[in-house]
C-alpha cells in the first residue's frame, strides 16, 4: 500500500511558475514509475510526465521544455516544476505510482492559471 500527497498546487498568472510535489508513504526507490497527470473539466486525464527509477523521462508533448520531472529519493518524493504556464494548464494535477504491478493515485492538487 502506498499513499501519495500532492501539494503546492494555486493560482499563478499566465507565464509564472509552480512546483507540485508529491510525497510518498513508502520508498520510492521501489516504485518503477511515477508520473504527473491532470484533468480539466470535461476532460479525460491526461499524462503530463513520469519519471522510471532510472530516472528516464517522458512529457507530453504540450509541456515538454516548459514542466521538468525530479525525483528526491531520500525524501520519498516527486517533483513537477512548471515553468511559462499557460491557461490551457489549469487542471486538478494527480500523482501517480505503480508498484509491484498495482497503481495508487493521489487525491490531487488543483492548478489555476489566470490571464
Known amino acids: 500500500q502506498v499513499q501519495l500527497m500532492e501539494s503546492g498546487g494555486g493560482l499563478v498568472q499566465a507565464g509564472g511558475s509552480l512546483r507540485l510535489s508529491c510525497a510518498a508513504s513508502?520508498?520510492?526507490?521501489?516504485?518503477?514509475?511515477m508520473g504527473w497527470y491532470r484533468q480539466a473539466p470535461g476532460n479525460q486525464r491526461e499524462l503530463v510526465a513520469d519519471i522510471t527509477s532510472g530516472d528516464s523521462t517522458n512529457y507530453a508533448g504540450s509541456v515538454k521544455g516548459r514542466f521538468t520531472i525530479s525525483r528526491d529519493n531520500a525524501k520519498n518524493t516527486v517533483y513537477l516544476q512548471m515553468n511559462s504556464l499557460k491557461l490551457e494548464d489549469t487542471a486538478v494535477y494527480y500523482c501517480k505510482a505503480v508498484l509491484y504491478g498495482l497503481t495508487y493515485w493521489g487525491k490531487g492538487t488543483l492548478v489555476t492559471v489566470s490571464s
Open positions: 513508502a520508498n520510492i526507490l521501489n516504485i518503477i514509475r
